[in-house]
């Protein structure tokens, strides 16, 4: 079974960092591109980077390029997302997700979220 759970959520002050882990389990790597979104209330779900770890490419979506960094751990089946310079705005939930291809992609599995609070 295709699995995610995210973690490293919280309370940040803005202009703070936080760095979001996102452990897969039932596949690796080379199976998915490994996608992160974010959700802030009334509002869509937005992507925020996409990942084919078997090229080592990351996509970066225009809302948090060149505030994020994605890396990966292959041993530990972990995704980490590297949030600097956090804005009130960047508050929302946080999901990873495996998907069949970057771009268009369809989604397989998405994790739970885990909560980003941003304080001014």
């Known amino acids: 079974e295709v699995q995610l759970v995210e973690s490293g959520g919280g309370l940040v002050q803005s202009g703070g960092s936080l760095r979001l882990s996102c452990t897969a389990s039932?596949?690796?790597?080379?199976?998915?591109?490994i996608g992160w979104f974010r959700q802030a209330p009334g509002k869509e779900r937005e992507e925020v980077s996409c990942t084919v770890d078997s090229d080592g490419r990351t996509y970066y979506g225009d809302s948090m390029r060149g505030r994020v960094t994605v890396s990966s751990d292959s041993a530990k089946n972990t995704v980490y997302l590297q949030m600097n310079s956090l804005k009130p705005e960047d508050t929302a939930i946080y999901y990873c997700?495996?998907?069949?291809?970057?771009?268009?992609?369809?989604?397989?599995?998405w994790g739970r979220g885990t909560q980003v609070t941003v304080s001014s």
């Open positions: 997700a495996a998907k069949l291809a970057c771009g268009f992609g369809a989604v397989r599995s």
């Open positions: 039932g596949f690796t790597f080379d199976d998915y591109a």
